[in-house]
């Protein structure tokens, strides 16, 4: 079974500083992936950043990198230049492919970011 | 960047109504899930649905739960006789593109409010 793990409840940064949440996961997969979204209070879920276990290079999105240590089993969310509307939910998921073809996605409980001016 | 529009944004009933929630996607979409998120609480995955049928579920997915795609097009979910703890936020789901791979585009969410 996948389990995802975020153990930082709440993060504050300093407004244009950078930001690290954490996401340390367990699989026993070979082929997994690695989510990243945000929740902003008025609750949709927006995609930020993907991580497949196979790809050799961190990937990046912008603002948005994601350390990953495929050894340590972490996938590290890092925000550079952080910005009043970074302040939201975070939330750290993997991707598990079932028999039928089809995938799920396992999230974690989730990080609260505040950005502060 | 792909769109998934779900409607009601927002839905307060009483217990033991039924409930539907629809998620209008791009019509080429073959897969598409639904996910809910109790308040303070973590996202859940429900059922996913291909091809007109469901692929997969969760142990969430009851039989008070269905899924259709009644005309092609909008991908509802039902709930028969709502309970309390069906209080939640609903997501409907897709991938990029028409194949099951990569990034899971999420809807805005329908939030249902039992009472």
């Known amino acids: 079974a996948q389990k995802i793990t975020q153990t930082q409840p709440g993060m504050f940064v300093q407004e244009k500083e950078a930001v690290t949440l954490d996401c340390t996961y367990d699989t026993s997969d070979q082929s997994y992936g690695l989510f990243w979204y945000k929740q902003p209070s008025s609750g949709e879920m927006i995609f930020l950043i993907y991580?497949?276990?196979?790809?050799?290079q961190n990937a990046t999105e912008g603002r948005y990198s994601l350390n990953f240590q495929k050894a340590r089993k972490s996938a590290n969310l890092v925000i550079s230049a952080s910005q009043l509307g970074d302040s939201a939910m975070y939330f750290c998921?993997?991707?598990?492919?079932?028999?039928?073809?089809?995938?799920?996605?396992?999230f974690g409980k989730g990080t609260k970011l505040s950005v502060i001016p | 960047e792909p769109e998934v529009t779900q409607t009601p944004s927002h839905q307060v009933t009483q217990m033991g109504q039924e409930v539907i929630l629809r998620c209008v996607p791009i019509s080429n979409h073959l897969y598409f899930y639904w996910y809910r998120q109790i308040l303070g609480q973590k996202v859940e995955f429900l059922v996913s649905f291909y091809n007109n049928e469901i692929s997969e579920k969760s142990e969430i997915f009851d039989d008070q739960f269905s899924v259709e795609r009644p005309d092609g097009s909008n991908f509802t979910l039902k709930i028969r006789s709502t309970k309390l703890e069906d209080s939640a936020m609903y997501f409907c789901?897709?991938?990029?593109?028409?194949?099951?791979?990569?990034?899971?585009?999420f809807g805005e969410g329908s939030r249902l409010t039992v009472l």
């Open positions: 789901a897709k991938t990029r593109g028409s194949s099951n791979t990569g990034e899971l585009f």
């Open positions: 991580q497949g276990s196979y790809d050799e």
């Open positions: 998921a993997m991707r598990s492919w079932s028999g039928a073809g089809s995938y799920q996605l396992t």
